[in-house]
């Protein structure tokens, strides 16, 4: 598993309690002796992107067959976590490099404004 690929985990809900079966973006790998990743929660709620955080995935967009995602869906920048590559379940597919710049650039961007 690297950057930019999407998998799909059991992500945790914002109460820290078992979440459902979900896809999520790799952001990052740690530096280290850990195989911990940092991911992004994707959702198919696409109602309500933050402006300038939130990355739209679209069927249009030349780069959505490669994902492996079923729909329209949003990359949610500020639900991320940290977690070991064990609970990865699957792999379903990879943003382009482009679209994975794009979501570091608006993270930081995000980061540093707070």
Do not use: C, N
């Amino acid at each position: 598993m690297k950057p930019g690929d999407i998998v799909l985990i059991r992500f945790p809900q914002a109460d820290l309690q078992t979440g459902k079966l979900r896809p999520a973006l790799i952001i990052a790998a740690a530096p280290g002796p850990y195989a911990d990743l940092l991911i992004a929660l994707i959702s198919s709620r696409t109602y309500q992107p933050i402006p300038e955080l939130d990355e739209i995935i679209d069927p249009a967009d030349a780069d959505y067959p490669a994902t492996g995602l079923k729909a329209r869906s949003v990359i949610r920048i500020t639900r991320l976590v940290s977690v070991g590559t064990a609970v990865i379940t699957a792999r379903l597919g990879h943003i382009t490099p482009e679209r994975l710049q794009s979501v570091k650039h608006r993270l930081i961007t995000w980061l540093q404004q707070t």
